[in-house]
């Protein structure tokens, strides 16, 4: 359930910013990070919450 949650949250994403491959794997590490401890939540509550972090993350580090 938490990997379509963050399939919706990498494609809602996607549509509001432009990222590169390896920024979106950046950001689907971050969110699928903040969401570990999270699984006792329904799948819509949890593409809301990953969707609300990656909203208030300012930078998207790429690790190199």
Do not use: C, F, P, W
Not at 11 to 30: F, H, P, Q, S
Not at 37 to 51: P, Y
Request: hydrophobic share 45%.
């Amino acid at each position: 359930m938490q990997a379509v949650a963050i399939d919706r949250v990498m494609r809602t994403y996607g549509m509001i910013v432009n990222l590169t491959a390896d920024e979106e794997r950046a950001a689907r590490e971050k969110v699928t990070s903040h969401l570990a401890g999270k699984s006792d939540v329904d799948e819509n509550a949890l593409a809301v919450e990953g969707l609300r972090y990656l909203r208030s993350v300012r930078e998207i580090a790429v690790k190199d």
